[in-house]
Nanobody, 124 residues
Framework: VQLVESGGGLVQAGGSLRLSCAAS????????IGWFRQPPGKEREGVSC????????YYADSVKGRFTISTDNAKNTVYLQMNSLKPEDTAVYYC??????????????????WGQGTQVTVSS
């Protein structure tokens, strides 16, 4: 199983970025994919999650209305569209895969596989 994130970078506050999580090595349709982030000096936190089977989604309150998660099952890829970015969104962003629909999608223990992370930096 492999998860590879891409799309991070440096952006000014108010700008947008789209992160991608390319998955391989498992049956994508049976998994849920989550996005987490770890700000500098802080613990990792759940941001969003999507079920590949029914497209149900979860968003942390801090990103609702600004971030959108989506999936392209044909490409085994999950996207995180991030709009209206704020300096507090600065973090390393990770995607993670769960073999079942997480009951608590914001919890790290719900996920079995992790990517290596991609840096997002939002300047003020």
């Amino acid at each position: 199983v492999q998860l590879v994130e891409s799309g991070g970078g440096l952006v000014q506050a108010g700008g947008s970025l789209r992160l991608s999580c390319a998955a391989s090595g498992f049956t994508f349709d049976d998994y849920a994919i989550g996005w987490f982030r770890q700000p500098p000096g802080k613990e990792r936190e759940g941001v969003s999650c999507i079920s590949s089977s029914d497209s149900s989604t979860y968003y942390a309150d801090s990103v609702k209305g600004r971030f959108t998660i989506s999936t392209d099952n044909a490409k085994n890829t999950v996207y995180l569209q991030m709009n209206s970015l704020k300096p507090e969104d600065t973090a390393v962003y990770y995607c993670a895969a769960s073999g079942v629909l997480p009951i608590r999608p914001w919890e790290e223990y719900e996920y079995d596989y992790w990517g290596q992370g991609t840096q997002v930096t939002v300047s003020s």
